[in-house]
């Protein structure tokens, strides 16, 4: 497996694989990884000959106050997983690889409009920016033929493969699905930073996503019947505080009207502090995909 430090080794390793007739999938990761992420590289297997793993804590999606600091890091057991997963290529770059002039020096920036504005980008309004940016540098560089991304970030899988056709970058946007825990969490890099009590208490996220679902299926149909389930569900984990809970259109995420005539996006995020007490509070996102009718 090789490491590519730089933006010019990573660009003649993708030119020498395509040279060589060999399709690559790209895996963009910001590290700390888990079995989640080792999912998307499974994926990326069953796509392509070659899986190109980068990874990158992007300063440009964090905003002041944000975890940018804190955000877990670890270089050498994520580079052990890559290899044990069959990795050809890991591309980790210093910061100025990927922003030569400084993460707020650049006079470019990629914003996808209008699906950026819901959910996560109304309490993080410069958080798509730098996701598209930092993915469209990544995509211009590998020009791989598939790239994967988790379906755990929803409105980033929408974001990239509207950037992606948008800008004809001729690049296959693929969503994997949500890799949870044996008791239905979501896998986050983040989950490291709650303590045990605050992890069963983020347990709410997946049982309200299960209460909608299992509403749906026996009949509800009304929005505001299955917001108010999803919402009581997560109230009675005692320090969760809803950030939100909203049915989207799964494509456009437009707000879903008062009754469900089709599939709709069940989005949550919500914050929970690391331990009790604790002034540092843990964002956490989750959402499913609801199906009247299945």
Not at 38 to 45: D, K, R, T, W
């Amino acid at each position: 497996m090789k490491l590519l430090r730089s933006v010019d080794e990573l660009r003649a390793y993708s030119d020498a694989e395509r040279a060589a007739g060999r399709r690559i999938a790209l895996v963009p990761t910001m590290g700390a990884l888990h079995a989640g992420h080792l999912s998307l590289v499974a994926e990326g297997h069953r796509h392509a000959d070659t899986v190109v793993v980068t990874i990158f804590v992007n300063p440009t999606q964090f905003a002041p106050g944000e975890d940018f600091d804190a955000y877990p890091r670890g270089l050498e057991a994520d580079l052990a997983q890559c290899r044990a997963a069959g990795v050809a290529a890991v591309f980790a770059p210093p910061p100025d690889e990927m922003y030569p002039d400084g993460p707020e020096g650049g006079k470019t920036w990629v914003a996808v409009e209008d699906i950026t504005a819901p959910l996560c980008g109304a309490s993080r309004p410069t958080f798509f920016r730098g996701v598209a940016t930092v993915v469209t540098k990544l995509l211009v560089v590998a020009r791989p033929d598939v790239a994967v991304f988790g379906e755990k970030d929803y409105q980033q899988l929408q974001v990239v493969k509207r950037l992606a056709r948008d800008l004809l970058l001729g690049v296959e946007i693929l969503g994997a699905p949500i890799h949870r825990e044996e008791d239905g969490l979501a896998m986050s890099s983040r989950n490291v930073y709650l303590d045990a009590g605050m992890r069963a208490e983020a347990l709410v996220l997946s049982r309200a996503l299960d209460a909608a679902e299992a509403a749906v299926r026996h009949g509800e149909r009304s929005r505001d019947a299955l917001l108010e389930r999803a919402t009581k569900e997560i109230a009675t984990a005692s320090h969760a505080a809803i950030d939100y809970v909203e049915l989207r259109d799964p494509e456009s995420l437009e707000p879903v009207g008062g009754t469900l005539e089709g599939p709709a996006l069940l989005a949550l995020a919500v914050h929970f502090p690391q331990r009790v007490g604790a002034d540092e509070v843990v964002r956490l996102i989750d959402n499913r995909v609801l199906r009247p009718g299945v």
